[in-house]
């Protein structure tokens, strides 16, 4: 089975340049995820999908940051215009509710985003 | 609101030897479950236990396991025989709404590992 695919693996940009992130989750995956995990810190919660809506976006910086999954199945996470304090790693997570107790969250490789 | 703290930056270990890295948390929720994640140099997460807050029992994943102290609301990890590639970051998080499967994780800062050979 495929795992969390993300890309690009890594990201450099000046302040105030664009910037977009892909993820594709575990197929089958309902629920999909974006953290942020600044150095240092643990991942924080961007925002969160099911199936092509939002479930919750109330960490998002809605004047800079932007997501989709217009059909359900990948997503991109935007930033436009990034500031110096986006850079962090980029996770996204997806899993499968029902499928037991656990629904163990399974999480890509990350996008390392570094703003200069 | 929930939240996860995790007091050690920084741990080492003597390879072979066990090692405790602690956990406590917050939560109002009765229903909730705890997670342990290592997270080598390349940065992907590896789920390595997970422990439910009406389990009775405490959890045990092969050399991992869960030191549960519901009272104290603490959930610390205990690995044994530790490995040169045990060497990583480890965070612990919880997710509210044991049953409902699709709620966020809320992570602890980590606790840097480093096994010394």
């Known amino acids: 089975e495929a795992g969390v695919a993300q890309s690009p693996r890594y990201k450099i940009i000046e302040k105030r340049q664009s910037v977009a992130f892909w993820c594709n989750p575990i197929?089958?995956?309902?629920?999909l995820y974006w953290y942020q995990q600044i150095l240092g810190q643990g991942p924080k919660l961007l925002i969160q999908?099911?199936?092509?809506?939002?479930?919750?976006d109330s960490q998002l910086p809605k004047d800079r940051f932007s997501a989709e999954r217009l059909k359900g199945v990948d997503s991109t996470l935007k930033i436009q215009p990034a500031k110096l304090e986006d850079s962090a790693v980029y996770l996204c997570?997806?899993?499968?509710?029902?499928?037991?107790?656990?629904?163990?969250?399974?999480f890509g490789p990350g996008t390392r985003l570094t703003v200069l | 609101a929930q939240k996860i703290t995790q007091t050690q930056p920084g741990m080492f270990v003597q390879e072979k030897e066990a090692v405790t890295l602690d956990c406590t948390y917050d939560?109002?929720?009765?229903?909730?479950?705890l997670f342990w994640y290592k997270q080598p140099s390349s940065g992907e997460m590896i789920f390595l236990i997970y422990?439910?807050?009406?389990?009775?029992q405490n959890a045990t994943e092969g050399r991992y396991s869960l030191n549960f102290q519901k009272a104290r609301k603490s959930a610390n990890l205990v690995i044994s025989a530790s490995q040169l590639g045990d060497s990583a970051m480890y965070f612990c998080?919880?997710?509210?709404?044991?049953?409902?499967?699709?709620?966020?994780?809320?992570f602890g800062k980590g606790t840097r590992l480093s096994v010394i050979a």
């Open positions: 422990q439910g807050s009406y389990d009775q």
């Open positions: 939560t109002s929720d009765p229903s909730y479950g």
């Open positions: 997570a997806s899993n499968a509710p029902g499928t037991g107790v656990i629904n163990e969250q399974f």
């Open positions: 999908f099911q199936n092509n809506g939002v479930v919750d």
């Open positions: 998080a919880m997710r509210e709404g044991v049953n409902s499967g699709n709620t966020p994780l809320v």
């Open positions: 197929s089958g995956h309902a629920t």
